[in-house]
């Protein structure tokens, strides 16, 4: 039961993660769902031949190898890139004024403020 749950969890987490994708890259749909199970693919190949068997996302969801805090780290690094990305395509949409980049409303939050 438990890990059908963190099945469904890694799939949402990866559903977003392109939904977010979709946002900053004007490309189609397929390409990238394409694209992410390819550099998905990559690192779990990377990760086999480094020796990092049990920080494959694979091996973590099959529950015969790893620990639950790597599997927790997956799914966390899915969710922060994709709310980054949001809040990144969010934020250069509201300022649309070149000299302004969407991270750098945290720096100086009232740069963008003309004061009269």
């Known amino acids: 039961m438990i890990y059908s749950f963190l ?6 987490l990866l559903a977003l993660f392109i939904y977010s994708l979709y946002f900053v890259f004007n490309q189609g749909r397929f390409i990238l769902l394409g694209g992410v199970f390819l550099g998905y693919l990559v690192v779990d190949i990377a990760l086999d031949v480094l020796g990092g068997f049990r920080h494959k996302l ?4 099959m529950g015969n190898t790893g620990s639950i805090w790597v599997l927790g780290a997956w799914l966390v690094f899915l ?5 980054l990305f949001i809040k990144w395509r969010g934020l250069s949409s509201v300022y649309k ?4 980049s969407a991270f750098s409303i945290f720096y100086n939050p009232l740069s963008h ?4």
């Open 7 to 12: 099945i469904a969890i890694t799939g949402a």
């Open 58 to 61: 694979t091996n973590l969801l």
């Open 113 to 116: 403020l003309e004061y009269k």
């Open 97 to 100: 004024d070149h000299s302004i």
């Open 79 to 83: 969710l922060l890139s994709s709310l």
